[in-house]
């Protein structure tokens, strides 16, 4: 994926197990399988039942842990957490799980999603005398357990939750039991899964391959688990609402090996493309995709158009880190070091580009420039999902509409700008037909708010950027 040059990064990943001597080893593995839900820091707490221990750093998984510092964290039970920093800012202080010490019990929190009621709250909280150590909206819920008026623990964790607005995928950790809760919309993925006794929890099922585990369900929206050795029970803290995935998840973010309630994402995408290839007819000789995200798709997009698919572009997959700029220029080149055209396949072809997303615009110009400088003779670009025209407010850094090409152009200007032949995105009808949930409801389970901006659930005023408001149905 290009999340790091396209400017489309889901802010993070979770990973849990209960009840395994390895447990902070086989976190390590977890997190590394969600790599690419966040590289900007990640971090594993662990318990062996007497204490909490945190091992973080910022960074990618493989710079953070070696086995020797795993070593230093044994315990029978961990949390994880891999970061992109949207909401706080990056900092050491805000790689999770966030780790709470304290005389009354000690717990960690590793968290997925953003909250849209995290200012109130936090003003709230702060009114009453806490004092936050961290600008991540995640420690809002570990203050809310603490001042939490009830006696247990659980019922404490419950009424926090149930006080939480927007998108959450949550692993509580103290040195009792493993806490599970995803918020009643269900916005990210959270899954269930078996390895032996023990109980392993992610935010998608490719890190349950790389450990050995079996996946057992996904998590519903509003559900509490509470693991521990005497097994795993289910509760609620809260009642589901109207189910809203994150569509993004299916067309983008997700791992293709990985499956979000029953689906596979490499088969979503592929259905994706060969939908767009319905939508559309283009006179060309190769597909080809941006890779990795846009790969299934573009593979479908050939399959019902019958023209081939081709390698026309390739990844350098060693390019590391140190050059990631922030600014335009050094981005662009970022595109350049990270993306080859394969010369003898698009020289004196029209091309079809199939791409899942465009966000800015400024990668989609610098992939169209460089088939072209590889002498295609046209470059039509298609994109595997509708128009992304308004902010994202749960996790996904996209959070004014200033930035976003769509929200500013028409499909036409748009063409222009980013200099292809053709320009086309899948309508909203034909994605959420074929990524293939059948819940209820004319969004079949998905949140289309980035697309649509109808948002799920209430948007909190300070939530909301000045100029955005109008924007925010
Ligand atoms: S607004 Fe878009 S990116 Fe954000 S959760 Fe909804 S579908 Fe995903």
Not at 230 to 239: L, P, Q, S, T
Request: hydrophobic content about 35%; proline content about 4%.
């Amino acid at each position: 994926m290009l999340a790091e040059i396209r400017g489309l990064n889901e802010e993070c990943g979770i990973f849990g197990i209960w009840g395994h001597t390895n447990a902070a080893q086989l976190t390590y593995y977890g997190l590394h399988a969600l790599q690419h839900r966040g590289q900007e820091g990640a971090g594993i707490v662990s318990t062996d039942g007497e204490a909490l221990r945190a091992l973080k750093g910022e960074g990618m998984v493989s710079e953070v842990f070696t086995p020797e510092k795993l070593e230093q964290i044994t315990g029978t039970a961990a949390i994880g957490h891999v970061r992109y920093a949207t909401a706080g800012g990056s900092g050491i202080e805000n790689v999770q799980p966030l780790l709470f010490n304290s005389t009354t019990g000690s717990l960690a929190i590793s968290h997925n999603g953003n909250l849209v009621n995290a200012t109130q709250l936090k003003g709230h909280l702060e009114r009453q005398g806490s004092i936050f150590q961290t600008t991540s909206d995640t420690e809002v819920l570990a203050h809310l357990i603490k001042r939490s008026g009830y006696e247990s623990f659980e019922e404490k964790a419950k009424n926090a939750l149930s006080l939480l607005k927007g998108a959450f995928a949550c692993l509580i950790l103290t040195e009792e039991a493993m806490f599970v809760a995803l918020d009643p919309n269900g916005l990210r993925p959270l899954s269930v899964g078996k390895m032996g006794d023990a109980w392993v929890v992610a935010s998608e099922t490719c890190a349950f391959d790389i450990v050995g585990a079996e996946l057992v369900h996904s998590v519903e929206p509003g559900e509490f688990l509470i693991v521990n050795d005497d097994g795993m029970r289910k509760e609620r803290f809260a009642y589901p609402e109207e189910r809203s995935i994150c569509t993004m998840e299916y067309v983008y973010f997700s791992r293709p090996d990985s499956d979000i309630d029953g689906i596979n994402i490499h088969s979503a995408r592929k259905r994706l493309g060969k939908q767009l290839a319905k939508e559309v007819h283009i006179e060309a000789d190769v597909v080809t995709g941006v890779p990795d995200s846009s790969i299934s798709a573009a593979i479908g997009f050939s399959e019902q158009s019958g023209i081939p698919y081709e390698l026309g572009l390739i990844k350098n997959r060693y390019v590391g880190r140190t050059f990631i700029q922030p600014s335009q220029e050094m981005r662009e080149r970022g595109v350049k070091m990270k993306l080859s055209p394969v010369r003898q396949v698009v020289k004196g072809k029209r091309v079809v580009m199939v791409d899942d997303s465009i966000v800015r615009g400024t990668t989609s110009r610098r992939i169209v420039a460089l088939l072209k400088e590889a002498g295609a003779t046209e470059v039509h670009v298609v994109i595997s999902s509708p128009p992304i025209k308004n902010p994202c407010f749960y996790g996904i850094d996209i959070s004014t509409s200033g930035e976003l090409i769509a929200a500013n152009n028409t499909v036409e200007e748009m063409r222009e700008i980013i200099g292809a032949d053709s320009l086309t995105f899948l309508s909203v009808d034909g994605m959420v037909q074929n990524i293939g949930r059948t819940d209820p409801g004319s969004k079949c389970g998905h949140c289309l708010a980035c697309f649509t901006g109808e948002y799920p659930t209430n948007i909190y005023p300070d939530t909301v950027l000045p100029h955005e408001k109008e924007k925010v149905k």
